[in-house]
């Protein structure tokens, strides 16, 4: 296969890519819009979108498997379509959560929450941003902002430590709340493990740029 038509298969399945990325990034805002709003309808059709993002990951798999196998790439170029079904799957993971948060949103219904929604709305716009970025780092090749994205963790876990202590506080004082407060309990959980999921992808985005394996740990290095 010339070298332009392999860099041309290339940059589809980043365009692909960059379009799942787009729509997980979008769910993750929605399904805790949705929550905050009490909207049912919205949520239920985050769960329904969600086989879209599955069916389009899967597709992306399948198509980066067979340019591996038509071309047989070497060396940094076959890194980048490793990066691309590494980023595809933990796209599709930060989708489930996304997913997760929508089934608690039906879950609750419409009965009233235990305190009003502050930290989870910013840990889902710090979760979307850092993703967002994550992403743009990949495309750009931009292994300095791979680098700076994962400190920012630290301030995801800061939130959901707060808004666990907040909320345990809650069963404390009466033990009947415990299913609202673990609804809310396991929104937080999810965000934060989305954006664990995005510094899984910092990390990959070093490896694809130089080779090296890098590892953040809690402090962002």
């Known amino acids: 296969m010339p070298r332009q038509e392999f860099d041309r298969e290339l940059n589809a399945l ?3 890519l960059r379009e799942l990325g787009r729509m997980v990034e979008e769910s993750l805002l929605t399904s805790v819009d949705a929550l ?6 919205a949520a239920r ?3 329904e979108a969600d086989h879209t993002v599955n069916a389009m990951r899967f597709d992306i798999e399948h198509e980066t498997l067979v340019v591996i196998a038509r071309q047989q790439p070497m ?3 076959l890194r980048r379509l490793a990066a691309v079904l590494e980023i595809a799957t933990e796209l599709e993971r930060i989708g489930d959560y996304s997913k997760g948060i929508a089934r608690i949103t039906i879950k609750m219904g419409i009965e009233p929450f ?3 929604l502050i930290d989870i709305p910013r840990m889902a716009e710090k979760a979307r ?3 967002h970025r994550a992403l743009e780092a990949f495309f750009e090749r931009n292994v300095q902002l791979a680098r700076q994205i994962p400190a920012e963790d630290d301030e995801m876990d800061a939130l959901y430590g707060r808004i666990y202590r907040e909320l345990t506080a809650y069963i404390l004082d009466d033990p009947k709340l415990i ?3 673990s609804y809310l309990l396991w929104v937080a959980h999810n965000l ?3 954006a664990d999921r995005v510094v899984n992808i910092c990390e990959r985005v070093i490896f694809t740029v130089t080779g090296k394996l890098m590892e953040f740990d809690g402090d962002g290095v």
Do not use: H, Y
């Not at 905050?36 to 309808?41: A, G, I, V």
């Open 36 to 41: 905050k709003r009490r909207d049912l309808e």
């Open 75 to 77: 060396a940094v170029d």
């Open 179 to 181: 299913d609202r407060v």
């Open 45 to 47: 059709q985050i769960i």
């Open 114 to 116: 235990v305190k009003p």
């Open 129 to 131: 941003g850092m993703l």
């Open 192 to 194: 934060e493990r989305a």
């Open 14 to 16: 980043e365009e692909r």
